[in-house]
C-alpha cells in the first residue's frame, strides 16, 4: 500500500516554437509549486533545432529547438510524421504517461497526440492518457489531420489557459471545443506562460488533487486486486 500511496503521475512536457524544455521548466517555475507536488514532469527538447531566430534569444541561453515547420497559414506542416513518430517513441520508452502538458507548439502538437490515441491511430499499446494541460494551443488546419483528431470530444480531462491579449486568443478557445467539459482559465496576459493569481491557482490545484485522487484511488483498487490475486493461488497451491 505504501508504493500506492508514494507513487506520482507522470507528466510529458512540450516546450513552444525555438525554445527548449529547460525554457518551459522555468516558465513553469512561476507557478505554485504545490500545483504539481502529486506528479513527475519530464521536459524533452523538441526534435529539430531552431531553423530562425528565436524570440528568446538574450532572455535564456540556447540552444532552441522546433517540433516541426508550418507555413503562415497553418495548413502545411513540414516534419509533422517525423516529430509524431519520435514522441510516440519517446512515450514508450520513457512512459507510460499519464498525461501531456504543453505551451503554444507543444500544446498543439501533444493535443494532436491525444485525438490521434483516442481514434486507435498511434499508441495503441499505451495507456489512455488522463489530463491535458493547453497553455496558448491550437487546432491543426489541414482537413485531413481535423478529420482523424478531432473527429469526437477528446475524452481527456483538460484545462485551457487562454490570454486576452493572446494573438492564439480565438485558435485556443477553438482548440477547447475539442475536448470533452474542458476547464478554462482566462487571464489579461499574452502569449505566455501566465502568472496565476489566487483564483487561477487553487482552481488549478483543485484540478491537478481531483485528477490525483482518482489515479491514487485507482492504482489502490489495482493493487488490492493483485494482491487477492496472489493469495488465492497461493491458497490453490497449498490445496
Not at 485525438?115 to 496558448?136: E, F, N, T, W
Not at 487546432?139 to 478531432?150: D, G, L, M, N, Q
Not at 493569481?197 to 484511488?217: G, P, Y
Request: proline fraction near 5%.
Amino acid at each position: 500500500m505504501g508504493d500506492v500511496e508514494g507513487k506520482k503521475m507522470k507528466i510529458l512536457c512540450l516546450h513552444g516554437f525555438r525554445t527548449s524544455g529547460k525554457f518551459l521548466k522555468k516558465q513553469i517555475s512561476k507557478w505554485d509549486s504545490s500545483i504539481f507536488a502529486h506528479f513527475d514532469m519530464d521536459f524533452p527538447d523538441g526534435i529539430h533545432p531552431a531553423g530562425g531566430k528565436s524570440d528568446i534569444e538574450g532572455i535564456f541561453p540556447g540552444p532552441y529547438f522546433e517540433w516541426f515547420q508550418f507555413n503562415k497559414d497553418f495548413t502545411e506542416y513540414t516534419n509533422l510524421e517525423e516529430c509524431i513518430n519520435y514522441l510516440c517513441e519517446y512515450i514508450t520508452s520513457k512512459g507510460p504517461f499519464d498525461g501531456l502538458l504543453g505551451f503554444s507548439q507543444g500544446a498543439t502538437i501533444a493535443a494532436l497526440l491525444l485525438g490521434y490515441q483516442a481514434q486507435g491511430k498511434i499508441l495503441k499499446d499505451q495507456p489512455k492518457m488522463k489530463l491535458y494541460v493547453s497553455i496558448s494551443g491550437s487546432k491543426f488546419r489541414e482537413p485531413s489531420i481535423c478529420e482523424v483528431a478531432y473527429k469526437e470530444p477528446i475524452k481527456v480531462k483538460s484545462i485551457h489557459f487562454i490570454g486576452e491579449k493572446d494573438w492564439l486568443k480565438l485558435p485556443s478557445e477553438e482548440l477547447a471545443t475539442a475536448f470533452e467539459n474542458p476547464l478554462i482559465i482566462s487571464h489579461p496576459q499574452g502569449h505566455t506562460v501566465p502568472r496565476l493569481d489566487e483564483d487561477a491557482v487553487q482552481k488549478l490545484k483543485n484540478w491537478t488533487e481531483e485528477i490525483f485522487l482518482l489515479f491514487q484511488s485507482k492504482s489502490t483498487t489495482t493493487s488490492e486486486d493483485a494482491e487477492l490475486g496472489e493469495t488465492k493461488n497461493e491458497q490453490e497451491f497449498k490445496n
